[in-house]
């Protein structure tokens, strides 16, 4: 397409999105090239016409000023600014917190949840297939591959699976079709922490039987309990890659006001054992050069040999 206004923003396996930028709000346009898939773009373009949920990407018609020409048949939906889950996780200089991942998780599974009293099975649910809004509230969309069930089925069951791993890959910022298939978790002494990482094994854990697994009630009454564990934490991301709060101080020993300072959450659980590691290191020459213990110092003291330590392991995290 040679229209300036027209911006491609993503490919697929079942058609090309692109922006139509002249609207306001901007429009997305999905198209397919193969004429093999147009009958599943026209499923598709049924089953938006027919959900109606905040965090369903919603259908929109045809602008009556605007002709198509080209192969394929067209679906116009609505624009997420943000644009794919995928493309936040891996977005180096947005920081989350805990509880952004837990909100994020509730409106998943709260989508599953009216997804089922339709008796729909989305069956691709994948950070690639959920979207963000500028106000970063989560929308699932792509239904290319949904399908109908009957009210005695399971099958919606790998909805909850697929939900599992994408707050897993939130929570550890990894791509889980890079990890060989093992659910790694790293050792927490946080008790909510602990909590979401059980629930995810739950959901997705292959050493558990499908029956034991839970359901989408199961993890949405998890969820709503492990809301409030996380009440206190900022929700909305920010985009800085020196965060000005920390998620629980607790997990790592430090006092109140090292709050302020710590450019770390649990997004970055990867490098916890790092930093925690590089603090330790810190703090050992650090008394010995002046022969104390941490008894003996005072929390103004301990907090600048922290705060030193961890502005030391950013500016050595940026050189990498």
């Known amino acids: 397409m040679n229209d300036q206004s027209i911006i491609k923003i993503g490919e697929g396996g079942y058609g090309d999105a692109f922006l139509l930028i002249k609207y306001k709000p901007p429009l997305v346009m999905k198209v397919v090239d193969e004429i093999q898939n147009l009958e599943k773009q026209e499923a598709e373009m049924r089953i938006l016409k027919s959900l109606v949920h905040e965090n369903i ?15 394929g048949f067209p679906i116009f939906m609505e624009f997420c600014g943000e644009g794919s889950l995928r493309k936040v996780i891996t977005d180096v200089i947005l920081s989350y917190s805990m509880a952004s991942v837990v909100k994020w998780g509730r409106e998943i599974f709260i989508v599953l949840e009216y997804l089922q009293s339709k008796r729909i099975v ?9 979207f963000l809004t500028e106000d970063f509230d989560l929308k699932v969309g792509d ?8 009210s005695n089925n399971q099958f919606y069951k790998c909805d909850v699976y697929a939900a599992g791993l994408v707050l897993w890959e939130m929570i550890m910022r990894r791509d889980w079709n890079k990890t060989n298939g093992y659910m790694e978790f790293p050792s927490v002494t946080s008790v909510d922490v602990a909590g979401l990482f059980e629930l995810i094994k739950n959901c997705s854990s292959a050493n558990t039987n499908i029956n034991d697994r839970y359901d989408v009630e199961d993890a949405l009454n998890q969820l709503e309990i492990i809301k409030k564990s996380f009440s206190s934490l900022i929700a909305k991301p920010e985009r800085k890659r020196h965060q000005t709060f920390l998620l629980d101080v607790e997990e790592i020993g430090c006092f109140d006001c090292l709050k302020e300072y710590i450019g770390l959450t649990y997004v970055y659980l990867s490098e916890l054992g790092i930093l925690l590691e590089i603090m330790q290191r810190f703090l050992r020459g650090w008394l ?16 600048k040999a922290m705060r030193t330590a961890i502005e030391n392991f950013w500016k050595t995290r940026e050189l990498l």
Do not use: M, W
């Not at 018609?61 to 020409?69: C, G, I, K, N, S």
């Not at 239904?143 to 009957?150: A, C, N, S, W």
């Open 57 to 71: 990407v919603r259908f929109k018609d045809q602008p009556l000023d605007f002709v198509y020409a080209g192969p």
């Open 122 to 130: 989305h069956r691709d649910i994948k950070p690639d297939n959920i």
């Open 143 to 150: 239904f290319g591959v949904f399908e109908k069930f009957d």
């Open 288 to 303: 010995d050069e002046f022969t104390y213990t941490l008894d003996d110092v005072d929390e103004s003291e301990y907090c």
